[in-house]
């Protein structure tokens, strides 16, 4: 008889390591947030369905109440989701449990899986002890610094037990092993839609004054956009996305161009009629937006942190350095052309490729 508390029956089994597989994520960010956990899981759910693998992803949205995550009310967080998430995770029956994000729903997924010892990975996708330093900068450092050991003993005790953590990089890796994450990693690369982001003729931007220095993504205190609006540029400043320090920034510097969301063919739009793509923050781990320029064939200016020093890794792709402005001025003058740059970018980053790292980690972690 199978002790109390441990699950009686095993999940499905791979009946062979090459075929098809019942993968099931749980995320506290989903449809219809607009992030890059969202889309680094849509695009390898659609990757993995192609391929004629079964993919259920249970998010928030499934949840009766929920309630807006502190500091990010865009990310609703489910409420006591235990009993129903169980539920649904028992109905899925999967053979894979991948657990994306360190909310309520991922702890409660990591209980249930402990309970009855079965596998699971996670991933590593934010630095929530970085972000929640930020935060709360307007504390004192004592009080900062006392929020970022706090936050990153939990995210470290969320990921211990996994059979695979997976990163986005090999500078993510690194900085992680050293901050004291012990489970085994895997890496997660991210990719690139070339039917959206491509090298195309410019249609936005005509009147303004060149070089058009251009941000996309959240416009939050953990960005650093700050050190981009404060840049000294001869020409426009564009920023494109929306976020709660949107109309704050935008007071403090009314000669840089708020455009707030764009998405699709929209955004690639911009991409494509920019000078130079500038990445002013510090604390994303890897930065799906950098490749999205790099295919458009926008070059790549950034400080030399983790996220932009695993992908600007050439000459061609652009410059980093602690002067943003020097690393922009740099970056517009990188060799090569925008086809030939995003032609290499595109190259190492596709979402084919992430998926099968991904399905991957899954089973050697089984």
């Not at 936050?151 to 969320?158: D, G, I, L, T």
């Not at 400080?303 to 980093?320: K, N, Q, R, S």
């Not at 690393?327 to 032609?343: C, D, F, I, N, S």
Request: proline residues 8%; contains cysteine; hydrophobic residues 45%.
């Amino acid at each position: 008889m199978a002790r109390r508390g441990v699950y009686k029956r095993p999940m499905t089994q791979d009946a062979d390591d090459d075929g098809p597989c019942k993968i099931l994520i749980i995320t506290d960010a989903w449809h219809p947030q607009v992030n890059g956990v969202v889309r680094t899981y849509e695009h390898l759910q659609r990757e993995l369905l192609a391929a004629g693998h079964s993919v259920r992803v249970i998010g928030p949205g499934e949840f009766p109440v929920t309630l807006p995550m502190p500091f990010y009310a865009e990310i609703r967080l489910a409420l006591f989701p235990y009993r129903r998430l169980v539920r649904r995770m028992r109905a899925a029956d999967p053979q894979h449990i991948h657990i994306a994000t360190e909310g309520p729903l991922g702890w409660a997924a990591r209980r249930w899986c402990l309970r009855r010892a079965v596998p699971f990975t996670t991933s590593y996708h934010t630095h929530f002890p970085d972000y929640a330093q930020e935060r709360f900068a307007w504390a004192g450092p004592w009080v900062s610094r006392a929020v970022f050991r706090i936050v990153e003993a939990y995210a470290r005790r969320f990921h211990a037990p996994a059979g695979a953590m997976l990163v986005a990089s090999e500078g993510l890796e690194r900085d992680l092993i050293a901050a004291g994450y012990t489970p085994p990693m895997a890496r997660l690369s991210r990719g690139v839609d070339t039917a959206v982001f491509h090298p195309g003729p410019a249609r936005v931007f005509a009147g303004l004054p060149r070089p058009v220095a251009l941000y996309v993504g959240r416009v939050a205190v953990e960005k650093n956009l700050e050190a981009f609006l404060a840049m000294d540029w001869p020409g426009a400043k564009v920023v494109v996305g929306d976020g709660p320090a949107r109309a704050a920034l935008a007071r403090a510097h009314p000669d840089a161009h708020f455009l707030g969301r764009r998405t699709g063919q929209d955004l690639a739009d911009h991409y494509r009629a920019a000078d130079v793509f500038v990445f002013p923050s510090r604390t994303d781990t890897f930065g799906i937006v950098l490749i999205e320029a790099l295919a458009c064939g926008l070059p790549v200016a950034a400080y030399p942190v983790t996220g932009p020093a695993d992908i600007v890794t050439e000459p061609a792709f652009g410059a980093l350095g602690e002067d943003l402005a020097t690393a922009a001025r740099a970056a517009l003058a990188a060799p090569g052309t925008r086809e030939q740059r995003a032609a290499t970018a595109t190259q190492r980053y596709s979402w084919a490729a992430a998926a099968e790292q991904f399905l991957d980690s899954l089973r050697a972690a089984r």
